[in-house]
């Protein structure tokens, strides 16, 4: 029997009501007044927008109270929402927060407020997709777990853009630290990399209470894609349990960065080449990782498939504890390319593993290479029974047996050595992967991604044609094909999904620009092909391609074949984006840029937090002459909770460029590759380290009348790092 919340105010015993239909705020407020246990507030289908909810009672495990929607996957929270709950044995299901974002620093708060914590409460079967806040800069979490006891399972979560924790655990002095806490059958979906510190996807308290025991578990998740930041899981307290997870390329680990006496069994990680994804990362004492396969992990340093780290000599709470008594062991490191010992040994970390054991684990390392890696000393770790496909210069020679191994992939998708007298090593052979069917809301999945350059429909534009009225007509995916011609561009065009705009075949069109050429005001991205551009008439200052504030979720520009001429009086850069905005890729190929200023500005990020506007920025093939910079990237801070950026700069010229100061200028990248380029009567290249451990080649270029290429180091007490070898001083 479903009763109206009119009908329960007019009983006298609302003890008798079951189910609770509301279909409006003021009606949902006095359905949560009245709610007995086993009473059930049923939100009617449709959208609720701009509703903050906040469900508070007292429940009992038998009668919980709960929170429904009347269809699950029909009922969307919308605008600036978010829910607050409160009490004792409560139940929310079957909710759907999509197309807004909260107006507070967390979605779903297992709270009221600092006093009304929950208990022994669930949110299960609900989902949050891509409810971001537009700029990337401005924080909040999307399930925060408060008090003791909690449980969320079976829930979607994916698209996050914005910096927070997809899911934290909140363990505050005051407040209960044996949480208890219960993290299962969830499905994670793709989050893109922040470009910051502080794009975890789990988050199990924090430095300040990490040496108590928190006693979450966290078990048969899929991580699919959860790219954040280099910590995929952060444990910050002691006691958990991570176990039986599927990590589906996702870069980043599983780390265990502060607290004491964690478990890590039987995880799955395929990563499948792709870079930097990673396995564990162990730090602190008493830290088991066992029986746990990984396969196809790119990852190097502290992405690595297993990364035991160096510690900080007494450390403080916040820093880096010392390993000891770690048990590394029936793990199976299939086609890995990196296991780093002794990870950042320098002048602060200086305290190595002690105490520890790397036992019976099954290596096999990518491209028949030793996986083994060494950046300080290892005395105090234990090898013993552990086997290795055979290398040529192996790091390690006692506690590792060579030999050759042969695999067979079982019928749980997992590759084992077919010798039987290999039963007993690495990961165990009943491990079973948890499957898509049975994590997240049964009823939902997300939107299928846009349309990605190229993929939607061919559409011819004859000369002379309206650009604006042709780019707002266009759907994602869509390539305006331009015939011969000039077309006019008066005012910016604004570019609000990923559009190809294109000289059609054996065409020559010319874009003529007043001042701006494109303005990307949404998702998605700009990709211009086989086009001239004329901005010679242009006037002040301006950027060929402006991303405006609030642009989300992440963006791409390419630029292939295009030509451009900049403007005979001011100054026109040619790619600039504002801060708060990410690109996924910034590219440049086969391109000629003369007369303009910077041509890729990405110095917008100026907090010392660490924020950089593009994870990679890749120019090949391509000219550059008479122009301030080719381009300056930058990304402060000292944070190594990165990927990137990533740059690189290959098969090309710069002439008469970079007057008085650097024609190139990379700050802060963790990758930086230029060669094979040529530099002539222009400033030089500065390359500047200020993170991590960064890895730079400048090599093979040639260099006329231009300065030598020089590194900086930020932080770093040694000799400039990085290869600089193979180039020319050439006579112009």
């Known amino acids: 029997m479903i009763l109206t919340v009119a009908m329960l105010a007019s009983t006298a015993h609302p003890v008798l009501a079951r189910d609770l239909l509301v279909t409006d705020q003021a009606q949902y407020k006095a359905a949560v007044k009245k709610a007995q246990p086993g009473d059930t507030i049923i939100l009617a289908d449709g959208e609720w927008r701009d509703f903050q909810i906040v469900f508070t009672g007292t429940g009992t495990a038998a009668k919980p109270i709960a929170l429904t929607a009347q269809t699950k996957g029909k009922v969307l929270i919308t605008g600036q929402s978010n829910l607050r709950i409160g009490g004792r044995h409560l139940l929310v299901s079957g909710l759907v927060f999509k197309n807004g974002a909260s107006p507070t620093r967390e979605v779903v708060s297992f709270r009221r407020d600092s006093k009304a914590l929950a208990t022994d409460s ?30 969320v399972d079976h829930s979607h979560f994916e698209g996050k853009t914005n910096a927070g924790v997809t899911l934290a655990v909140i363990r505050r002095a005051g407040d209960p630290l044996d949480n208890r806490h219960r993290i299962d059958h969830n499905y994670f979906g793709p989050r893109p990399p922040l470009g910051s510190n502080g ?54 680990a599983f780390v265990l960065r502060h607290g004491n006496g964690n478990l890590v069994e039987r995880n799955i990680f395929f990563g499948k080449g792709v870079p930097d994804t990673g396995g564990v990362r162990v730090i602190n004492r008493d830290q088991i990782v066992r029986d746990n396969y990984f396969e196809g992990l790119a990852g190097s340093s502290f992405k690595s498939a297993i990364t035991v780290m160096n510690g900080v ?29 002794a990870a950042g040994a320098d002048a602060e970390r200086s305290a190595p593993p002690v105490g520890s054991r790397f036992e019976r684990n099954l290596i096999v390392g990518a491209k028949g290479a030793d996986p083994f890696r060494a950046e300080g000393e290892i005395g105090g770790i234990a090898f013993a ?166 642009v989300a979720p992440n963006y791409s520009i390419a630029l292939d074949r295009i030509s451009v001429r900049g403007p005979r009086k001011g100054r026109l850069d040619g790619i600039a984006m504002a801060p708060g905005t990410f690109a996924d890729d910034v590219t440049i190929a086969n391109s ?97 380290h200020s993170v991590g451990a960064p890895e730079t080649r400048i090599a093979s270029n040639v260099f006329a009348a231009t300065p030598a290429p020089r590194i900086e180091e930020l932080a770093w007490k040694g000799p400039p790092r990085g290869m600089v070898e193979n180039n020319v001083e050439a006579r112009p």
Not at 324 to 332: K, T
């Open 592 to 688: 000629d840029f003369s007369a303009m200023g910077v041509v890729v500005v990405a110095t917008g990020e100026q907090e010392p937090k660490g924020w950089y506007p593009m994870e990679r920025l890749t120019i090949s093939g391509s000219r550059f002459a008479g122009v301030a910079m080719v381009a300056d990237l930058l990304r402060k801070g000292t944070d190594e909770s990165t990927f990137g950026p990533w740059f690189a700069m290959t098969g090309s010229s710069v002439a008469d460029s970079g007057a008085g100061g650097a024609s190139l200028r990379v700050s802060g990248a963790q990758h930086t590759d230029i060669a094979q380029n040529s530099f002539a009567k222009s400033g030089g290249i500065v390359v500047i």
């Open 122 to 151: 669930r949110l299960t079967e609900t989902v949050i997709d891509g409810f971001s806040k537009a700029d990337r800069r401005a924080e909040d979490i999307w399930v925060a777990l408060y008090g003791s006891g909690n449980r």
């Open 313 to 341: 000599p007494n450390s403080v709470v916040n820093r880096y504890h010392q390993v000891a008594n770690a048990r590394i062991e029936g793990n199976s490191l299939i086609d890995v390319a990196r296991i780093t010992l």
């Open 199 to 252: 794009g975890e996807t789990i988050r199990i308290g924090t430095s300040e209470e990490s040496l108590s025991d928190s006693h979450t578990i966290v078990e048969r998740n899929i991580f699919d894609r959860t790219s954040g930041e280099v910590e995929i899981v952060s444990v910050k307290s002691g006691g958990n349990i991570i176990r039986e997870n599927l990590v589906l390329e996702a870069q980043g």
């Open 385 to 550: 029974g552990n086997v290795e496909a055979k290398v040529a210069k192996p790091l390690l020679t006692t506690g590792v047996e060579r030999r050759d191994v042969t695999l067979e992939r079982a019928a749980n998708g997992l590759l084992y050595p077919a010798d039987p007298a290999l039963a007993a090593v690495g990961a165990p052979r009943d491990l079973k992967p948890v499957t898509r069917e049975e994590v997240g809301a049964s009823w939902y999945r997300g939107d299928a991604p846009e349309a990605v350059f190229g993929a939607g429909a061919m559409r011819p534009i004859a000369a002379g044609a309206s650009l604006a009225e042709a780019v707002a007509d266009a759907k994602a995916g869509d390539t305006l094909a331009l015939a011969s011609g000039t077309y006019d561009i008066a005012a910016p065009l604004t570019v609000q999904r990923r559009l190809t705009i294109a000289g059609a075949k054996d065409a020559k069109p010319v874009l003529r620009v007043a001042s701006s050429l494109a303005r990307i005001a949404g998702g998605g991205g700009l990709r211009l092909e086989n086009l001239a551009v004329d901005a010679s008439a242009a006037s002040g200052e301006d950027a060929l391609i402006a991303v405006a504030s609030g």
